[in-house]
């Protein structure tokens, strides 16, 4: 896989004009660059190729979009191969853990979906979400006693505070609507209610 700049995918798609470029990418006809420096960004060579094949081919700007979601979602999946790769070749000692960052609980479920397929077990890895990350790591440096154990605005704790605040504010009438669920009706209704507004 080459990562072609802006002149040679001028060249691929026969664009003239920087501006071209770009204002398929706005229009949803291209792929996003990925950034190869501080300023400069790139493109892998096969998007541009399957691209420029569809334009070829006839293809309408409406399927060209979908090719375009199609290649984006692509690029998850090399990437996670390409960590699994890296993985299977720099294995971890026996208590070590990777530590993997994902951007939702449902990429992270995904990603440990994955790695099982690659590498045949998910173990001792921990896939988790940056801010949690970065919480660890701040009662690692800082030290356990001036960082609590649990952040206090994660989604679990506020759930529950949610919950607590309800039976208060069902009372209120703008939260009216929200007496059935809150008083004595159902926990599960009112935990679920909760969930919705974090």
């Keep these: 896989m080459l990562i072609l700049r802006l002149p040679e995918i001028k060249r691929v798609l026969g664009h003239r004009a920087d501006a071209s470029v770009y204002n398929a990418i706005r229009a ?7 950034a190869i420096g501080q300023r400069a960004e790139g493109w892998p060579d096969y998007e541009a190729q399957v691209i420029a094949a569809a334009r070829i081919a006839g293809r309408t700007d409406a399927e060209i979009r979908e090719l375009v979601k199609v290649l984006h979602e692509k690029r998850t999946e090399t990437l996670l ?4 790769a890296w993985m299977r070749a720099n294995p971890l000692g026996p208590l070590e853990e990777e530590v993997i960052l994902v951007q939702s609980n449902d990429m992270a479920e995904w ?11 998910c173990a001792a890895n921990r896939v988790e979400l940056p801010a949690r990350f970065m919480w660890r790591t701040y009662r690692q440096v800082l030290g356990k006693a001036a960082v609590p154990q649990r952040v206090p605005l994660d989604r679990a704790s506020m759930v529950w505070r949610s919950m607590g605040c309800l039976p208060r504010l069902a009372g209120q009438p703008p939260f009216a609507p929200l007496a059935p669920f809150a008083v004595g009706q159902s926990a599960a209704m009112a935990y679920d209610l909760s969930r919705l507004n974090i």
């Design 28 to 34: 949803g006809l291209f792929t996003t660059g990925v």
């Design 81 to 84: 191969e390409t960590v699994a």
């Design 111 to 121: 990603v440990k979906m994955q790695l099982v397929q690659h590498l045949g077990v």
